[in-house]
């Protein structure tokens, strides 16, 4: 149990590291194509978006199972945390300046979670054919 | 509860078999129910729930307990309130909410959480 806790969350954590990397990159290449950005300190406040994402995962923490209204409660309320801490943090950082800049940051923060259920959708999705492949076989076996 | 390691090998060997009985209550009657009648339990609002084909039986198990006498049958943890019957699926389907959704045989649906596919995958030599 320990293990798969373990395996999720690393998965978890790559998975969003990826997402937030893709974003930036789109959103230098589009706004700031110039830009040069010190690796070591770029990496690392990536790595602080992460975990801060991650950390706020914690609104969906529920003693009973969600019910899927509540999961999009939840959902929308992850969102508005996710945009209320790495807003501020990102203009801290110098990642936006102006008034279109956070529309456009906010945008991708929106678009980011987005990916990241797609993600999480679609792996779902491969396990689910990995299971229903072998209910499949061994309801065949069962058969002969 | 005491339980000595050869009545452990023997309860895990009956579970495994199917054979294994647990008691299920329709208002004042008590019915012997196989193991491997059953498709699910579940508790709701602190009572425990069995459902097997066609009917539903009240049980005198907490989630826990059934969880240790179900130990080594198809039976496993599927979310925090529910234990399932993987025999009893006839295929699962990702969820938005990140996560599955199992069909079972006679039509009915449970959820699989994600924490719990594992086991799952594991039960079924995936």
Redesign the interface.
């Known amino acids: 149990m320990l293990m798969?806790?373990i395996t999720?969350w690393v998965r978890r954590y790559v998975t969003v590291y990826g997402i937030i990397m893709l974003c930036t990159f789109f959103m230098c290449l589009l706004f700031n194509p110039t830009s040069e950005l010190p690796v070591v300190t770029f990496f690392g406040r990536i790595m602080v978006f992460t975990l801060i994402a991650l950390l706020s995962l914690a609104v969906y923490y529920s003693?009973?199972?969600?019910t899927?209204k509540a999961?999009w409660v939840r959902t929308a309320l992850h969102l508005l945390l996710l945009e209320a801490v790495l807003l501020p943090l990102a203009h801290f950082w110098g990642f936006w300046h102006g008034g279109t800049d956070i529309l456009v940051y906010a945008g991708f923060i929106l678009l980011a979670k987005a990916l990241w259920?797609l993600v999480?959708?679609g792996l779902?999705?491969k396990?689910?054919a990995?299971?229903?492949e072998?209910?499949r076989k061994?309801r065949l076996e069962k058969r002969t | 509860m005491r339980v000595t390691v050869a009545e452990w090998v023997l309860g895990v060997a009956e579970a495994a078999s199917g054979h294994r009985t647990i008691c299920g209550w329709q208002e004042d009657t008590m019915h012997r129910l196989k193991l491997a009648e059953v498709f699910y339990f579940e508790v709701v609002d602190d009572r425990s729930f069995l459902y097997t084909q066609a009917a539903v039986f009240e049980a005198k198990e907490k989630l826990y307990e059934f969880e240790r006498l179900c130990a080594g049958s198809t039976l496993f943890r599927c979310s925090k309130s529910m234990i399932l019957n993987a025999e009893k699926i006839d295929y699962v389907r990702p969820s938005l909410s990140g996560r599955f959704e199992a069909v079972l045989s006679n039509g009915e649906k449970a959820v699989v959480s994600r924490k719990y596919v594992a086991d799952l995958k594991r039960m079924l030599g995936v």
């Open positions: 798969n806790n999720l003693k009973d199972e969600l899927v999961w259920h999480d959708y779902n999705a396990t689910a990995q299971i229903n072998r209910i061994n």
